[in-house]
């Protein structure tokens, strides 16, 4: 089974720039789409960015299209998700996921296999 671990969490201020990584062990991402969710206090979970098995098919939320980037190295096993401009409302615990069926797919039920999370706190 894959195990994910995530990192890069932090307190910034608002406008700061973060990348949080995602590191696999235990099987290849590659064959995978590995996706980023994050979950607010008193907030279900929700989706922020996905990337298929061709790095070229990505997606992300309306509320962080332009200023994240979803990448993989697939050399690495690992997935990074790099955050500019981040605002207040960014503040979470922020997830990586993988669809082990490799759907491209906003759903978070389609993910199944999770990290521990990591904490973004942006302050305003």
């Known amino acids: 089974q894959v195990q994910l671990v995530e990192s890069g969490g932090g307190l910034v201020q608002a406008g700061d720039s973060l990348t949080l990584s995602c590191a696999a062990s235990?099987?290849?991402?590659?064959?995978?789409?590995m996706g980023w969710f994050r979950q607010a206090p008193g907030k279900e979970r929700e989706f922020v960015a996905r990337i298929a098995r061709s790095s070229v098919n990505t997606d992300y939320a309306d509320s962080v299209k332009g200023r994240f980037t979803i990448t993989r190295d697939n050399a690495k096993n690992t997935v990074f998700l790099q955050m500019n401009s981040l605002k207040a409302e960014d503040t979470a615990v922020y997830y990586c996921g993988v669809d082990t069926l490799a759907r491209t797919s906003r759903n978070r039920d389609y993910y199944n296999r999770w990290g521990q999370g990591t904490q973004v706190t942006v302050s305003s």
């Open positions: 235990g099987r290849t991402l590659s064959d995978y789409t």
